[in-house]
């Protein structure tokens, strides 16, 4: 069982454009969601995270929206960059001793 | 210098080999976390240790196993690899102050013949 659904598994954007990817999960006592950005040869690291008290987190051009009755969350990436070409995963976990349970992966591709 | 390193960074074996991928850090942290990497199927859970003295079975156990040397060293073994056991392998750690976050290892790349 897939406890969290991450879609599209592959994403292509154009320069300054808007990327979106977005996660579905299943269990409701997730109360942490991270996202985590891997470039190759590297390990994840972690993007940015929200927990459910709020419905958006921004950092810079990257946001997460977290729309809990859907169980769903989204990051959106502004004015997407070449650089913010690499595999973006999602994530869930409950309470400070809940393992990460990680969605499947997008890669995006930020064409110039 | 790195918080968390891997050795090796590559690795290539032959079916039936034992194998052991070593993780150590630096950061202080007392959860120790081994992943798997594979195109499509995201990050996978091997096993997890809260401390030295607990060691815990992920998602995909089988054919694995793991020892906690000490709180910065956690080592993955594979005691007769297969040819699916192909992959990157990620270490990772958690703790405080850092809570949720995991804080990733640079992954060793392992090849099975």
């Known amino acids: 069982q897939q406890q969290v659904k991450q879609s599209p598994q592959s994403l292509i954007v154009q320069k300054g454009g808007i990327s979106i990817i977005n996660c579905a999960y299943e269990?409701?006592?997730?109360?942490?969601f991270p996202w985590y950005q891997q470039f190759p040869g590297k390990g994840p690291a972690l993007l940015i995270a929200?927990?459910?008290?709020?419905s958006e987190k921004k950092e810079g051009r990257f946001t997460i929206s977290f729309n809990k009755s859907a169980k769903q969350f989204s990051l959106h990436i502004m004015d997407s960059q070449p650089g913010d070409s690499a595999t973006y995963f999602c994530?869930?976990?409950?309470?400070?001793?809940?393992?990460?349970?990680f969605g499947k992966g997008t890669k995006l591709s930020v064409k110039p | 210098d790195a918080d968390v390193t891997q050795t090796p960074r590559n690795r290539i074996t032959k079916t039936g080999k034992r194998i052991m991928l070593e993780c150590s850090q630096t950061?202080?942290?007392?959860?120790m976390y081994w992943y798997r990497q594979d195109p499509g199927l995201g990050l996978r859970l091997i096993y997890y240790?809260?401390?030295?003295?607990?060691?815990n079975k992920g998602e995909i156990s089988d054919g694995y196993s793991v020892s906690r040397q000490a709180q910065a060293k956690f080592s993955l073994s594979l005691e007769s690899a297969i040819p699916n056991q192909t992959a990157l392998y990620f270490c990772?750690?958690?703790?405080?102050?850092?809570?949720?976050?995991?804080?990733f290892g640079p992954g060793t790349r392992l090849t099975v013949l």
């Open positions: 990772a750690t958690s703790g405080r102050p850092s809570g949720n976050e995991q804080f």
């Open positions: 269990n409701t006592a997730f109360d942490y």
């Open positions: 929200i927990r459910p008290d709020v």
């Open positions: 994530a869930a976990s409950t309470g400070s001793q809940g393992n990460l349970i």
């Open positions: 950061k202080g942290h007392d959860r």
């Open positions: 240790s809260f401390d030295v003295k607990d060691i």
